[in-house]
């Protein structure tokens, strides 16, 4: 429902968040709870911003009123009123009556923008737009901003049947002690506004549903070019694009660097797609998996650190990837006590991204395959000094 719009949409927002970055004071990174790899992500892919005024420590009253009652009385949420009132339906039904939900609210100026990145065809489109919205809510749990620390994944009322039937998640960022981000783009700017059945939370973007595995490789050239380039040229890509439910495990650009260039010369030449498709397979898992789950599910492998006296729980499970090799996913708790994810040892750069038919992981390096067929019978044909054009344009740039 939201492939090519949708994803096209993100990458505008990717846009103005880079926009609004070039021109706000960013915040100093001992301020920041996140860990300093998915810091370093966020700021070459999701650039953060900081400058809009958060007014979330005023006292607050708590409204007699429905969600939609409340709202409908505050000019700066007087469009998201409009569209509820035109989608109707269950939505609508739902914050006016249902008890204990969240709702994060886009301001006026949110849709404004949504409107002038993306023309109307989003925004006059009720289908869409509930769906939209429904990604906004997250039911039967009244979360105040105390409860939103870092890492944490609310699940929404949005269900997906590129989710297996599962409902989408967001993904919560934190800056310092009051300052969240959702998905890594819609800053919370007003918080804890209380009404009779749940809490609402004004955000500064519009959340669209994520695009799925395929689409994000390919909109973020500076991160994902060559793995993109990969999953077209070994045919993958319809495949990472049309399958549901799954766990993307994608190296960054830096990541394919890592392998050095002689090698992947050779896994990009024609004669070697087949070793590279294999490379490929290694990365994708027919289950959605997140690190909570790794970490609830595994099996315990207690760590103590010597000389400190402290343990940390660490957990493991294995799971079979379209190859048919078994990875091993590993939690370990960080300094705050959150469940930190790797894949055979390797870190993940960024865990737990919400994705159109899944969630993505951003792996620090390549899951190489563990059979090497350089001597395959198709190499032999093949002039091997031949460098990949593609390839090479690719390893040259200086992203």
């Known amino acids: 429902m939201f492939s090519l719009q949708a994803a096209a949409f993100t990458l505008l927002l990717i846009v103005a968040c880079l926009t609004n970055a070039l021109a706000a004071p960013r915040s100093s990174p001992s301020q920041w709870t996140v860990d300093s790899t998915e810091t370093t992500f966020f700021h070459d892919v999701l650039p953060l911003t900081t400058s809009s005024r958060v007014c979330h420590d005023l006292p607050r009253q708590r409204h007699a009123g429905s969600i939609l009652e409340m709202l409908s009385k505050d000019h700066r949420f007087s469009k998201l009123v409009d569209v509820v009132k035109r989608v109707g339906g269950n939505l609508r039904d739902d914050l006016d009556s249902q008890e204990s939900m969240t709702l994060f609210a886009p301001t006026n100026d949110a849709f404004e923008a949504m409107l002038s990145n993306h023309g109307g065809a989003v925004l006059n489109n009720d289908r869409m737009m509930s769906a939209i919205i429904r990604y906004h809510v997250v039911a039967e749990k009244k979360m105040k901003m105390g409860d939103l620390h870092d890492g944490k994944l609310l699940e929404t009322e949005l269900e997906l049947s590129e989710l297996g039937h599962r409902k989408q998640v967001i993904r919560v960022v934190q800056l310092g002690k009051r300052r969240v981000l959702l998905n890594m783009y819609s800053r919370i700017i007003d918080s804890d506004m209380e009404a009779a059945n749940g809490v609402v939370h004004a ?16 909109l ?4 994902f070019s060559i793995h993109a380039l990969a999953l077209h040229v070994t045919g ?9 439910a799954i766990s993307a495990l994608v190296p960054s650009n830096t990541a394919w660097k890592k392998v050095g260039y002689l090698k992947l010369m050779e896994l990009f030449h024609p004669c070697r797609h087949h ?14 998996i997140f690190a909570k789950d790794v970490h609830s599910k595994g099996d315990k492998n207690g760590r103590c650190h010597d000389g400190v006296g402290s343990c940390h729980q660490r957990m493991k499970m294995p799971v079979m ?14 300094r705050h006590g959150r469940p930190m994810l790797m894949v055979d040892g390797i870190p993940t750069l960024i865990q737990d991204l919400p994705i159109g038919n899944g969630v993505m992981h951003v792996l620090d390096r390549v899951l190489m395959d563990e059979d090497d067929d350089s ?3 198709s190499d032999r044909e093949c002039n091997m000094h031949v460098q990949p054009p593609a390839m090479v344009a690719l390893m040259d740039r200086r992203d």
């Open 275 to 288: 070793a590279l498709k294999k490379v490929i397979e290694n990365h994708y898992v027919n289950k959605m």
């Open 321 to 334: 990837t379209w190859s048919g090799q078994v990875v091993e996913m590993i939690t370990e708790e960080n």
């Open 220 to 223: 973020l050239p500076a991160e």
């Open 203 to 218: 955000v500064s973007e519009v959340l669209m549903p994520p695009s799925n595995a395929l689409e994000i490789a390919t």
């Open 236 to 244: 993958m890509a319809k495949r990472v694009g049309n399958s549901n």
């Open 375 to 377: 001597d395959h019978e």
